[in-house]
């Protein structure tokens, strides 16, 4: 997606539905509401995904960044949660074993609740909505800076970029992805939910969320990792027996590795906590648990090529941020 090299953008991490919260930060980073859409004399945000599930005001979510996005103030790209909820109202292709491509499991409709309850009275919007999020790019390649909502995979993006352009995929795409081990499937799994390993030892952990899992999210960029706790990559700590195991060599040799050398890249997606920083000079995460009553954070870029720890703003979310 070509952008224009000499404009300032703002990038924006996950809002999850907390609309209030997203004007507040608007508001700080000098954006005004003119003419039914939020406006920046000189700069235009970059959402990183994931407007949807979670939140208080999910419909008031997208239909602000909607209407940037419409006004040319804005671009979002596709969170897990925008795929997850085409995948929820999706039939899966014959064949598949699924009735729908995101399966209703009861795990999955607790993902997706807030957001169908926010629409039950407005149906048609919702559908309005669920076609909008096929016109969101997968991926941003600015050529100095990159947008992704979880991992840059060079090696799924390539063939994603020959396929669609304009990295925007299509319905047929998004039933593919319901075949596990398709090019789709492993895509789509990648760049909106990042890299993971299985638990050792058989072990699970169940994080804050209430759920129990047997894989955990890892990093994409560590050199040298030795040990199962170098790479995880999530608030939830690992079991101490899990952490202190040592990688094997071809657990090592099978990590994804996004080099010092390449681009600045921004991602949401990992609920991080504390003070908004680089992660390295070339990599930051934007997504701060804002939903969790954490922080909503945008990184204010103009023409640097490296991370600068100062250019991070941030509005701490009030709590509680009820319906009104």
């Given amino acids: 997606m070509p952008l224009d090299p000499s404009r300032s953008y703002d990038l924006i991490g996950d809002i999850h539905g907390c609309a209030h919260t997203l004007e507040r930060l608007l508001e700080q980073l000098g954006y005004r509401l003119q003419g039914g859409a939020w406006r920046h004399p000189e700069r235009m945000a970059i959402f990183v995904g994931d407007l949807v599930d979670r939140g208080p005001r999910i419909r008031e979510s997208l239909h602000l960044v909607y209407d940037m996005v419409a006004a040319g103030q804005a671009l979002c790209i596709m969170g897990n949660h925008e795929f997850n909820a085409l995948g929820w109202s999706t039939p899966a292709p014959p064949g598949s074993g699924r009735q729908f491509v995101r399966e209703h499991t009861p795990r999955h409709e607790r993902l997706i609740k807030e957001t169908l309850e926010q629409f039950a009275a407005y149906p048609s919007e919702w559908r309005e909505f669920l076609a909008w999020f096929y016109e969101m790019p997968l991926f941003i390649d600015a050529g100095r800076f990159r947008v992704v ?76 990792p030795q040990t199962y706790g170098d790479i995880v990559f999530q608030p939830d700590a690992l079991p101490v027996q899990a952490a202190q195991t040592p990688l094997s060599e071809l657990q090592k040799d099978e990590l994804l590795k996004y080099g010092a050398h390449e681009p600045m890249l921004f991602v949401g997606h990992y609920w991080r906590r504390g003070k908004p920083a680089p992660i390295r000079p070339n990599l930051a995460c934007l997504d701060y648990s804002a939903v969790m009553y954490g922080k909503l954070v945008a990184y204010r870029l103009d023409q640097e090529t490296r991370l600068d720890p100062n250019k991070f703003v941030w509005v701490d979310v009030l709590k509680p941020e009820l319906p009104s």
């Fill in 149 to 224: 909502h979880a991992c840059w995979d060079a090696g799924l993006i390539e063939p994603l970029r020959a396929q669609f352009p304009d990295a925007c995929i299509d319905e047929h795409f998004l039933q593919a992805s319901a075949l596990p081990g398709s090019f789709a499937c492993t895509a789509l799994d990648r760049l909106l939910r990042g890299t993971d390993m299985r638990l050792p030892h058989g072990l699970t952990l169940t994080s804050n969320d209430g759920f129990t899992r047997s894989f955990f999210r890892t990093k994409f960029w560590e050199e040298n």
